[in-house]
T-cell receptor
């Protein structure tokens, strides 16, 4: 089983460039989310989705866009990268929103390390 | 807002010994979930153990157990018979599952555990 797959694993951008971090899961999970992890800090929620066509903001959404056109995919877009967005990004998914609320368990990808110069 | 505090940035333990990682949290809720996640050097985060606040019995998963003190808002993780493969960053996390769709995991800053041979 592939689980949650993130691409690319590493990326270097210049300030102002745009890019998309890809996330795909093959577990038919309805709930998907993006977190960022910074040194000395825990993970912080950027955006999440409870199903295809439905997205919402987390605690640090500024500078990021998401869309959810299919159940499998949840890309994270940086429209104009800034050095403050240098971080490790994690995509995580769970079963239905109801199951997510019942169990709280997330399945994580391996992460994408982004550096913005 | 809920907060999660891990007061030990780094810890080390000898192989086969027992180690306890600390976690405290702040919430006004009565029902919630608590988690310990493990992030090995390969970076993929996995769930170690989960505790529902309404359960008085401490959760146990093989060599991993928790000491949940609800009144003290404390949730420590005990690893018995430590193994080299336990070397990882450990994150404590909190979730309120009753937010009607805007649930999220709130993470602590993590404790880096090194198991020495």
């Amino acid at each position: 089983n592939a689980g949650v797959t993130q691409t690319p694993k590493f990326q270097v951008l210049k300030t102002g460039q745009s890019m998309t971090l890809q996330c795909a899961q093959d577990m038919n999970h309805e709930y998907m989310s993006w977190y960022r992890q910074d040194p000395g800090m825990g993970l912080r929620l950027i955006h999440y989705s409870v199903g295809a066509g439905i997205t919402d903001q987390g605690e640090v959404p500024n500078g990021y866009n998401v869309s959810r056109s299919t159940t499998e995919d949840f890309p994270l877009r940086l429209l104009s990268a800034a050095p403050s967005q240098t971080s490790v990004y994690f995509c995580a998914s769970s079963y239905s929103p109801r199951d997510w609320r019942l169990t709280g368990e997330l399945f994580f990808g391996e992460g994408s390390r982004l550096t913005v110069l | 807002a809920q907060t999660v505090t891990q007061s030990q940035p780094e810890m080390s333990v000898q192989e086969a010994e027992t180690v306890t990682l600390s976690c405290t949290y702040d919430t006004s809720e009565n029902n919630y979930y608590l988690f310990w996640y493990k992030q090995p050097p390969s970076r993929q985060m996995i769930l170690v153990i989960r505790q529902e606040a309404y359960k008085q019995q401490n959760a146990t998963e093989n060599r991993f157990s928790v000491n949940f003190q609800k009144a003290a808002k404390s949730f420590s993780l005990k690893i018995s018979d430590s193994q080299l493969g336990d070397t990882a960053m450990y994150f404590c996390a909190f979730m309120n599952p009753f937010l009607g769709g805007s649930e999220k995991l709130v993470f602590g800053k993590g404790t880096k555990l090194t198991v020495n041979p």
